[in-house]
């Protein structure tokens, strides 16, 4: 471990192996950061939910599409563990890292108050990334999220289009207002959505859109509500499509120490927050 200031670096090196599934799989061996970021913007996008923006002096590390960071609530009485935020989006150009924070507890409403300046201290990148494909060209992936699962799909849809595939969206909601960053989803491929209400989209759940029966799909990518996605997985296993889904299991430690966050797979119980996020559904012991 070597300490550089406020950054201190946890030495791992990023391994890539492609296996015969002609996939590139991004194994979880890479470098970690301490870093203090300096928040550049937050934007509140709805009632519940705030777009954070943060920059460092220097550049930002390498993270993978399906990572998060764990995060420092700073300030507040209640709050002693970090918060494991996923990673909406890194700005190569303007060097800031985007953090769509859901407000749901004492945490997360403390840090939804950070202002242009305020410092932020981050744990990142932590566990596994989504599975890039070899030839993008020939790749028709969908990318589903639902509520807040929504936020690591911009970052993989931005990386897939730049490896050469355009990827289409299903994002659900409960309504409309409750659809966030469409304007950043739409440069980056075709979208469709639904919302419990009818107010966008086609009225009802992700897995009742009509587009998964008029489309051909060679991959699909999940993250949200685990009943979404078992009902994703369900629509996967049964017409033959491979699938990875990020899982959302309440985590502390981020590093796989406490134990808090496992999911019963075909290894065992497995930590999601070090084995995971991503999984491909067919490791995942659901009913399906």
Not at 105 to 123: C, E, F, I, S, Y
Not at 148 to 163: I, S
Not at 257 to 284: Q, R, Y
Request: proline share 6%; aromatic share 6%; charged share 20%.
């Amino acid at each position: 471990m070597t300490a550089k200031s406020s950054t201190i670096s946890i030495n791992f090196s990023i391994i890539r192996v492609s296996l015969p599934d002609k996939r590139i799989y991004p194994l979880k061996f890479m470098k970690k950061f301490i870093l203090d970021l300096v928040v550049t913007q937050n934007e509140q996008l709805h009632s519940n939910y705030v777009l954070i923006k943060l920059t460092h002096a220097n550049p930002l590390p390498e993270m993978l599409p399906g990572q998060f960071a764990e995060i420092r609530i700073d300030g507040s009485n209640t709050t002693f563990l970090r918060r494991p935020i996923s990673i909406n989006y890194v700005d190569r150009a303007k060097n800031e890292l985007w953090l769509l924070v859901q407000l749901v507890g004492d945490g997360t409403r403390k840090l939804a108050t950070v202002k242009p300046g305020d410092t932020v201290n981050a744990v990142l990148p932590l566990g596994n990334g989504f599975t890039m494909p070899v030839a993008p060209e020939n790749t028709h992936p969908l990318l589903i999220g639902g509520g807040v699962g929504t936020a690591p799909m911009l970052m993989l849809g931005a990386a897939l289009k730049a490896a050469g595939c355009t990827p289409t969206f299903l994002l659900g909601a409960r309504s409309s207002k409750d659809l966030l960053q469409l304007d950043e989803f739409v440069k980056l491929g075709e979208v469709f959505t639904t919302t419990e209400d009818g107010t966008a989209g086609e009225k009802g759940y992700v897995t009742q859109h009509s587009i998964l029966n008029t489309r051909k799909f060679d991959f699909i990518y999940t993250c949200g509500p685990k009943p979404m996605m078992v009902s994703v997985a369900r629509h996967a296993k049964a017409n033959h499509i491979e699938c990875e889904a990020s899982l959302e299991n309440m985590m502390a430690c981020g590093v796989g120490a406490c134990l808090c966050c496992v999911e019963n797979t075909d290894e065992g119980h497995l930590c999601v927050c070090k084995d995971g996020p991503v999984f491909n559904i067919k490791k995942l012991l659901w009913q399906i």
